[in-house]
T-cell receptor, first 115, second 109 residues
Framework: TAGITQAPTSQILAAGRSMTLRCTQD?????MYWYRQDLGLGLRLIHY???????GKGEVPDGYSVSRANTDDFPLTLASAVPSQTSVYFC??????????????FGEGSRLTVL | GQNIDQPTEMTATEGAIVQINCTYQ??????LFWYQQHAGEAPTFLSY??LDGLEEKGRFSSFLSRSKGYSYLLLKELQMKDSASYLC??????????WGAGTKLIIKP
């Protein structure tokens, strides 16, 4: 079972350039999330989507945008990258039918370096 | 503000027992979670506690005291493969997960 697939695995990006991180899940989960993970900090929620067609802002949404055209895909776009967006990005999904037990399934992560 | 505290790093010996503590202050409470994350990998779910008490799952157990805002993860019969970071997370009143920075556990032979 593939679960959640993220691409690219890693990327070096020049400041000011745009970038889309891709995320696809095959578990038919309603909810999807984008987190960033930085050394010494907990996972921070960037954007989320409770169901296809809806999105919401998390704790650190500035500089990022998302879309949820269908259940499976949840891309994250950086319109104009800045060095502070250097991080490891994790996409995750959860099955809201499980009654908010909160178990998240994570992709393998995308390591982004902005120079 | 909302806050999750856990030790930055712990060291233990193979075959021993280790307890990783987590204290929290959040806006409401809808459950506490522990995740394991090996270096360079994705976090994976370990446990979920919403009621006070101990939940045992094989070599791993998780304890919760809501009145004290406290949880611990207990790992028994430590193996080298248990070397990882352990993330504590609390679901607040808005059903959003608040994450601790994680505890890096180093297992020595």
């Amino acid at each position: 079972t593939a679960g959640i697939t993220q691409a690219p695995t890693s990327q070096i990006l020049a400041a000011g350039r745009s970038m889309t991180l891709r995320c696809t899940q095959d578990m038919r989960h309603n909810a999807m999330y984008w987190y960033r993970q930085d050394l010494g900090l907990g996972l921070r929620l960037i954007h989320y989507s409770n169901t296809a067609g809806t999105t919401g802002k998390g704790e650190v949404p500035d500089g990022y945008s998302v879309s949820r055209a269908n259940t499976d895909d949840f891309p994250l776009t950086l319109a104009s990258a800045v060095p502070s967006q250097t991080s490891v990005y994790f996409c995750a999904s959860s099955d809201s039918a499980s009654g908010n037990t909160g178990e998240l399934f994570f992709g393998e992560g995308s390591r982004l370096t902005v120079l | 503000g909302q806050n999750i505290d856990q030790p930055t790093e712990m060291t233990a010996t193979e075959g021993a027992i280790v307890q990783i503590n987590c204290t929290y202050q959040t806006s409401g409470f809808n459950g506490l979670f522990w995740y394991q994350q090996h270096a360079g990998e994705a976090p994976t779910f370990l446990s979920y506690n919403v009621l006070d008490g101990l939940e045992e799952k094989g070599r791993f157990s998780s304890f919760l005291s809501r009145s004290k805002g406290y949880s611990y993860l207990l790992l028994k019969e430590l193996q080298m493969k248990d070397s990882a970071s352990y993330l504590c997370a609390v679901m607040d009143s808005n059903y959003q997960l608040i994450w601790g920075a994680g505890t890096k556990l180093i297992i020595k032979p």
